[in-house]
């Protein structure tokens, strides 16, 4: 089995910048292995792709985050990370860390393991 484990979600103003982090851990998981995602989730809205990063280190973006927010792992610590910056209010929401989607897939589809969520506030 896998976990994820997301942190770092918070307040934050407009224009302002947050990390998120994602711990991953599992006796057969292979973190180098897989892609990784981020996904999120407003109130009322429907899940939603943010970010994707290959094994090889290949990025994704969704276009309301492309130049604003980038994606990056750590492979000796198993982390995945989101670093946002100039952040607006519709960035609010439910972030999730997601793993195991096919080489940069950004449907919810293609992931088979997922973080308990870590909520970001943006106000204006």
């Known amino acids: 089995q896998v976990q994820l484990v997301e942190s770092g979600g918070g307040l934050v103003q407009a224009g302002g910048s947050l990390t998120l982090s994602c711990a991953a851990s599992?006796?057969?998981?292979?973190?180098?292995?897989?892609?990784m995602g981020w996904f999120r989730q407003a109130p009322g809205e429907e899940r939603e792709f943010v970010a994707a990063?290959?094994?090889?280190?290949?990025?994704t973006y969704a276009d309301s985050v492309k130049g604003r927010f980038t994606v990056f792992r750590d492979y000796a610590e198993n982390t995945l990370y989101l670093q946002m910056n100039r952040m607006k209010p519709e960035d609010t929401a439910v972030y999730y860390c997601?793993?195991?989607?096919?080489?940069?897939?950004?449907?919810?589809?293609?992931?088979?393991?997922w973080g308990q969520g870590t909520q970001v506030t943006v106000s204006s």
């Open positions: 997601a793993a195991d989607g096919s080489r940069g897939a950004t449907a919810q589809s293609a992931y088979d393991f």
């Open positions: 599992g006796r057969t998981f292979t973190f180098s292995r897989f892609t």
């Open positions: 990063i290959d094994w090889g280190g290949s990025t």
